[in-house]
């Protein structure tokens, strides 16, 4: 059974059809009418985690949205996502419309936008950026069953406003040529001198790095943190790259000889050059475990179709769909369970932290201001 709470006010499209560009805010003016319940069960349920009050209905039935459009913004990369969702329209007969941007310009489009708004889902990665736009007001509450029983409690949200589809480990990378495994242990490790002038480092400003810091003040205090991050700055080989892709090929290249990136890019690099000179360690198997964040999503909270939304973000979690996850985006499976792919079990098991990514968001600004103040560009 799934359960969605629909915005307040059902909304009626205006007959003159408006042409969608990215460049322009887009949608149809929509006129306040009181909210009707659909219910696929016999009594609709009331949730404390709805936003002022507003009644949880249940989702509509597949007959009444199997013809209505989801439209998605989504800052997923379309070669990696559209497969699984050309899979759920050949299965369900729902079309998808998918709209790509960086997560920053999707939210703030969706606020622009307000009740004329087409989204139906927002898709995007690292818990960081789901809970900016719960912060913001931008997604309605849901309550499933069948992602309460694929996702785990850690990589939802609390209040049901956004759920985990994918994980990503951050990891440490190395150049086995001069590095040995023995020598490897911790993120924290890497600010020992020994790394000085070996180390590389992807920019402090994507959110992956965030979260990661966020994970470290989670630990170890914020003084503790800063610290270890001086500690990075302070053995840094080159400047900061721009992208986790090219600190690996950096690494391949001698520029450096350990670094830390998503286990996803060296994935798709090693697909494509099997004999790439790079190696992929575990970090923090003796003590907190690897930092792993999430790709996710939340239904808009001013969507037309938050029944067609709800019911892919539970198909994403589904067996065949986080299957295709790790075989197509050699990301790992949120869902316990899945066969993960042969490259993804060639790295071997690994012990992840177990840390609410929630904490990711609540910790956000902390981090970045504390990354500032340590140097780290």
């Given at each position: ?30 006129a306040d009418t009181p909210a009707k319940e659909v219910t696929t069960e016999e009594v609709a349920t009331q949730s404390p985690a709805a936003a002022n009050g507003e009644t949880i209905t249940p989702a509509s039935t597949p007959e009444a949205t199997d013809s209505q459009k989801v439209t998605i913004y989504s800052s997923r990369n379309e070669q990696l996502i559209k497969p699984l969702l050309d899979q759920f329209t050949t299965e369900t007969g729902i079309p998808v419309e998918l709209v790509t941007d960086k997560p920053g310009p999707l939210m703030a489009r969706i606020e ?266």
């Amino acid at each position: 059974m799934s359960i969605i709470s629909p915005v307040t006010t059902a909304k009626l499209g205006l007959s003159a059809a408006i042409l969608v560009t990215m460049s322009g805010l887009t949608g149809c003016n929509k006129a306040d009418t009181p909210a009707k319940e659909v219910t696929t069960e016999e009594v609709a349920t009331q949730s404390p985690a709805a936003a002022n009050g507003e009644t949880i209905t249940p989702a509509s039935t597949p007959e009444a949205t199997d013809s209505q459009k989801v439209t998605i913004y989504s800052s997923r990369n379309e070669q990696l996502i559209k497969p699984l969702l050309d899979q759920f329209t050949t299965e369900t007969g729902i079309p998808v419309e998918l709209v790509t941007d960086k997560p920053g310009p999707l939210m703030a489009r969706i606020e622009a936008e307000g009740a004329n708004t087409p989204a139906d889902m927002l898709l995007t990665v690292d818990a960081g950026n789901l809970w900016q736009a719960a912060q913001k007001g931008l997604l309605q509450p849901v309550t499933s069953e069948v992602l309460d029983t694929n996702v785990p409690a850690k990589y939802r949200d609390p209040a049901g406003l956004w759920s985990g589809l994918s994980l990503r480990a951050r990891t440490i990378f190395y150049d086995p040529s001069k590095v040995e495994k023995t020598a490897l242990s911790s993120y924290e490790d890497l600010a020992d001198p020994k790394w000085k002038g070996k180390l590389c480092l992807r920019t402090s400003k994507k959110v992956y790095n965030q979260s990661l810091v966020a994970s470290m003040i989670e630990h170890h205090g914020a003084e503790k943190t800063e610290e270890i991050i001086r500690g990075w700055v302070a053995n840094l080989a080159t400047d900061v790259f721009s992208d986790d892709t090219s600190l690996l090929e950096a690494i391949a290249s001698g520029q450096c000889e350990v670094g830390i990136a998503n286990s996803y890019y060296y994935g798709r690099i090693m697909e494509e050059k099997p004999d790439f000179p790079v190696k992929l360690f575990w970090a923090n198997q003796g003590s907190t475990g690897t930092h792993v964040n999430i790709s996710g999503a939340g239904v808009v909270a001013n969507s037309d179709n938050p029944s067609g939304a709800l019911k892919l973000m539970e198909w994403l979690s589904s067996d065949k769909a986080q299957g295709l996850y790790a075989s197509a985006d050699k990301e790992y499976p949120v869902k316990q369970g899945i066969d993960e792919s042969e490259l993804l079990r060639s790295w071997g098991d690994f012990k992840a932290d177990d840390i609410n990514v929630q904490k990711f968001g609540e910790l956000q600004t902390q981090a970045i201001q504390l990354m500032d103040k340590a140097g780290y560009k």
